[in-house]
T-cell receptor, first 116, second 113 residues
Framework: AQKITQTQPGMFVQEKEAVTLDCTYD???????LFWYKQPSSGEMIFLIY??????QNATEGRYSLNFQKARKSANLVISASQLGDSAMYFC?????????????FGKGTLLTVNP | DVKVTQSSRYLVKRTGEKVFLECVQD?????MFWYRQDPGLGLRLIYF???????EKGDIPEGYSVSREKKERFSLILESASTNQTSMYLC????????????FGPGTRLTVL
């Protein structure tokens, strides 16, 4: 079974500062993928970034980077230069291999608030 | 751009009613998903369809059924709605099993009274 743990129910950050959202995972699949999604108050889930378990380098997408530490089973999201529009729920998710390939397993989310 | 649309943003139904939630995607995606989102629980998979007329149970299928008669449309059915099915329902689609990203619709907030 796959499990995603997000230990921070809420986080606060000042505008223009960097913030790290924690995510740890557990799986027995040899190959897997890790995702981060953003959900603003409007409700739509927005894909941010993806990291494959065999990718040699940490994924980056603009101001988002994924700090992947395979031995620690962690996949933290780093947002640089926070903006007010970054205030939202953030979900970490995992896709396994084989029979677990078809679905995403989500964490419970972290509510990020960016203060002016 | 991929677009996933859901028939209603907000829905209020009575206990015992049959409820249909519709989801349509316009990018010829093979896979479609229905999730339920509750505070403190994240998203949980209800049902998944990997192709037309094909469906698989997710983690919490009890009380729900699905229908996929056409590739672009995936319906979630609550045969007899109950108050514990009050929730946010999110539909998603993906190009195919070999692909990673799921594209989500805006969600339907269902209240069962």
């Amino acid at each position: 079974a796959q499990k995603i743990t997000q230990t921070q129910p809420g986080m606060f950050v000042q505008e223009k500062e960097a913030v790290t959202l924690d995510c740890t995972y557990d799986t027995s699949d040899p190959s897997y993928g890790l995702f981060w999604y953003k959900q603003p108050s409007s409700g739509e889930m927005i894909f941010l970034i993806y990291q494959g378990s065999y990718d040699q380098q940490n994924a980056t997408e603009g101001r988002y980077s994924l700090n992947f530490q395979k031995a620690r089973k962690s996949a933290n999201l780093v947002i640089s230069a926070s903006q007010l529009g970054d205030s939202a729920m953030y979900f970490c998710a995992m896709k396994g291999s084989g029979g677990s390939n078809y679905k995403l397993t989500f964490g419970k989310g972290t509510l990020l608030t960016v203060n002016p | 751009d991929v677009k996933v649309t859901q028939s209603s943003r907000y829905l209020v139904k009575r206990t015992g009613e049959k409820v249909f939630l519709e989801c349509v995607q316009d990018m010829d995606h093979e896979n479609m998903f229905w999730y339920r989102q509750d505070p403190g629980l994240g998203l949980r998979l209800i049902y998944f369809s990997y192709d037309v007329k094909m469906k698989e149970k997710g983690d919490i299928p009890e009380g729900y059924s699905v229908s996929r008669e056409k590739k672009e449309r995936f319906s979630l059915i609550l045969e007899s709605a109950s108050t514990n099915q009050t929730s946010m329902y999110l539909c998603a689609s993906r190009l195919g099993l070999a692909y990673n990203e799921q594209f989500f619709g805006p969600g339907t907030r269902l209240t069962v009274l």
